[in-house]
């Protein structure tokens, strides 16, 4: 077997064409094993993208960027220039004024990689995870998280709202309220007015705070059983009078089970787990209307609503999304044949034209409403290939990873990756081994190339 060494000069980001017969002292090496390799898998990004396929289910042409950290997407929350999906890997930011991806994992600071909710907030993004929050502040690139001992009422936070000088957190044991202003941590439970203790969901507006519940279960002689008080429902917050009002289904609601709320300009809308969606008229302060499957919807299993001006969007577990046009009272579905990476959809925001839909495991889907067009955003397939040889760090802290398909190189200031294939200059994509001099990167290949 013969072996042929090659140089990438990674500040001129080329290979020199003179041969490389003999390896120069080597600086700065750090060989890993691989179960770090393992480890690190999970934080890598395709450098292809915008890629056109045909999608042999619908016979469509569509539009992918294999950009995520996993297909499987909880929440998205967008500001003006960001927008931030929170998956089961941990978080892909798109950063719209730069035009790149950028990604975060519990080695950078996340609680937990496993992210159940983000929420904007300023120069702060807020992350809801089953061992915490975790706090990222824009101007210092730095995470902070806090835990029950700090004062959550419990580690498993499922959903977060912004409110102002306040952030809203809900949990598997009651609701938190943390004050900016003077760094301190309230609890809400049952004694204080709660209908229950499992909060799924929250919404706020100027004068109230909606709380969306889910059933308990509570172990009672060696079973888990419900009773009428772990049914859940809704409860609000007056901040007036600081009281709390609850509605259940005996009150108007479709059910008790609440999986979604938002707030519009005139109603609130209540999505439910199984039984479809109440709408509540602010004004007269009723519940005034209930959709179903009988009447306009797909599906009665609800996962989010978004109060997007004078139109509503509503995803389903299975069904696509409904577009409710409030001033023509009209209803427009879609599903995976118009352009949605998925029927199950778990999340929908909105940054200005753009609509963001998550998925449970197909990743995320763009629509534009102006032009009518989609994009999707799937997992990155990473790595030039999953088949590692080596692995070497230079003085920059980048990560560089030989493979028998080409090099892969982990940026860890920028959050970035990059692949480096034959295309580029190498002799052979069959890269054995890697060692790091300065701004030189020598890499040896087999069969002769």
Sequence with gaps: MMMRISLFNHAARNFPRSPIGTRSTLRNLLLLSL???????????????????????SGKARRVERTLISNEVSCIAADSRNVWIATAAGVSRWDGERGKWFYYTKEDGLANDAVNAVAVDGQWVWF?????????????NA?????????????????????????????????????????SWAVRTRRDGLISKKITTIAVEAEYVWVGMGK??????????????????????HR????????????????????TITVAED????????????????????????????????????????????QIW????NAGVHRFIKPVNTWIHYTKNDGLASNHVTWITVQGDDVWFGSKEDGVSRFNKVSGEWMIYEQADF??????????????????????????????????WEVISREDGLTTPYIMSMHVERSEIPTSGMNGQ
């Excluded at 395709?46 to 056109?52: A, E, I, T, Y």
């Excluded at 439910?272 to 009665?300: E, M, R, W």
Aim: proline letters at 0%.
């Design 267 to 310: 109603s609130v809308w209540f999505g439910t787990q199984n039984a479809g969606i109440s709408q509540y008229n602010k004004v007269d302060q009723t519940f005034i209307k209930t959709f179903t499957k009988t009447d306009l919807l797909k599906s009665n299993m609800i996962t989010s609503i978004h109060a997007d001006g004078f």
């Design 143 to 183: 995470f902070k998280t806090f835990r029950s001992f700090d004062g959550l009422a419990s580690d498993q936070v499922s959903s977060i709202a912004v409110d102002g000088n306040y952030i809203w957190f809900g949990t598997s044991n009651g609701l938190n309220r943390y004050d900016k202003t003077i760094d």
């Design 35 to 57: 179960f770090v390799v393992v480890g690190c898998t999970t934080f890598l990004s395709d450098h292809q993208s915008d890629v056109p396929f045909e999608d042999l289910r």
């Design 128 to 140: 809801a995870t089953d061992e915490g929050v975790s706090r990222y502040d824009l101007q210092t």
């Design 314 to 317: 509503f995803g389903t577990a």
């Design 216 to 237: 308990e279960k509570e172990r009672r002689e060696d079973r888990w059983s419900e009773s009428k008080r772990d049914a859940g429902g809704v409860s609000r917050y």
């Design 383 to 416: 790595l030039a290939d999953n088949d590692i040889r080596d692995l070497a760090r230079d003085t920059d802290g980048n990560l560089w990873m030989a493979t028998v398909a080409g090099i892969s190189i982990y940026r860890s200031q920028a959050h970035s």
């Design 240 to 259: 007036a009078t600081d009281s709390w009002n609850n509605y259940t289904k005996s009150d108007g609601l479709v059910d008790n089970e609440i999986s």
